[in-house]
């Protein structure tokens, strides 16, 4: 753990444990600067907050180490993984079957698609007499 204040985001000890063996293993090479977990912290703050990346306090790792860690999770498919596996517990916990077995569709979609989006929604907004000068 780092030796700044935690922050509400910062994960647990029970939640590291969870994710910790779902990461990439550090590559050969020099050492790490900042732990997987401080990072995964500074992410987990910015996805919470809904700040920026540039607004990332500054005692966490820099934004762009934070922010580079995130896209390395994303673009290797870890990212999916944690997600995957954190439902799939989430869900067992709950006496679930572990995948999803419903599909819904917003049918309201399906109806403005078939009559044109934009042109079919924006119809119903003039008044009658705007359509009658308009003619």
């Known amino acids: 753990m780092s030796k700044r204040k935690a922050y509400p985001t910062d994960l647990t000890d029970k939640e590291w444990a969870i994710l910790e063996p779902l990461l990439p ?3 050969t090479g020099r050492p790490r600067e900042h732990s997987p977990r401080e990072l995964l912290n500074g992410v987990w703050y910015v996805l919470r907050t809904g700040g920026s990346w540039r607004m990332l306090p500054h005692d966490f790792p820099a934004w ?3 922010y580079s860690y995130f896209r390395l999770l994303k673009r290797s498919g870890t990212w999916q993984r944690l997600n995957d596996e954190l439902r799939t517990q989430v869900r067992v916990k709950a006496k679930r079957e572990p995948e ?3 599909l819904v569709v917003d049918s309201q979609s399906v109806k403005t698609a078939e009559k044109g989006g934009f042109e079919a929604m924006t119809e119903g907004n003039t008044s009658k007499d705007a359509k009658d000068i308009s003619r």
């Open 25 to 27: 293993a550090a590559r």
């Open 64 to 66: 762009q180490t934070v």
């Open 100 to 102: 999803p077995s419903t």
